[in-house]
């Protein structure tokens, strides 16, 4: 997030505040306390998202300024990495929640051949050489394969060795 980004946020704030206006405007040396809170926050590299909804609580008046008011900058910091956390711990639950047990892929692959194609397929779309189209089709043409329900896609090729292998030069790159 930009400095004049933050600044702007703070100075919202000082709207719905005047005690805290006057203390963004107080000089301290030769700049500002709100230019020394607004650079304290920008070093922080804060999610912008999370600042910015943690700002709005204050402007929204849904959030009381702390006491002492010096605090607030610790305290908008505290709350969008408390919220950060939260998010992050949130999902990392539900990915575990939703995370096969182990063998839970193999019933539904019948071999580690495929299986190992179908984990290359979803590395290529996570890389971004695969579009999440392409790479739904692919994995539904690669298990009619395996059930010998359609011929050998062009993408798949089998090694001297029989071990399958996912080319990628005869797909568009991405």
Same mark, same amino acid.
């Given at each position: 997030m930009k400095r004049a980004e933050i600044k702007a946020l703070l100075w919202e704030i000082? *709207?719905?505040?005047?005690?805290?206006? %006057?203390?963004?405007? *107080?000089?301290? %040396?030769? =700049?500002t306390q709100g230019s020394i809170w607004v650079s304290d926050l920008?070093?922080? =590299?804060?999610?912008? %998202?999370?600042?910015?909804?943690?700002c709005h609580d204050y402007i929204e008046l849904r959030k009381d300024l702390? @006491?002492? #008011?010096? @605090? #607030?900058? *610790? =305290? #908008?910091?505290?709350?969008v990495r408390r919220l950060q956390y939260q998010d992050q711990r949130r999902l990392e639950l539900h990915m575990q929640a939703n995370q096969p047990a182990p063998g839970e892929l193999m019933k539904i692959v019948g071999s580690w051949g495929i299986g190992k194609v179908a984990i290359d397929i979803g590395v290529a779309l996570k890389n971004k050489k695969l579009t999440e189209e392409e790479n739904f089709k692919m994995v539904d043409q690669l298990f009619a394969w395996e059930k010998k329900e359609i011929e050998q896609p062009d993408w798949l090729s089998v090694d001297s060795n029989g071990k399958l292998l996912l080319c990628l030069s005869t797909t568009k790159e991405k």
């Open positions: 000082a *709207k719905r505040y005047p005690r805290f206006q %006057g203390l963004l405007q *107080k000089r301290v %040396g030769d =700049e920008y070093r922080m =590299e804060l999610d912008s %998202g999370y600042l910015t909804d943690v702390p @006491n002492p #008011i010096d @605090n #607030i900058v *610790k =305290e #908008i910091a505290d709350e």
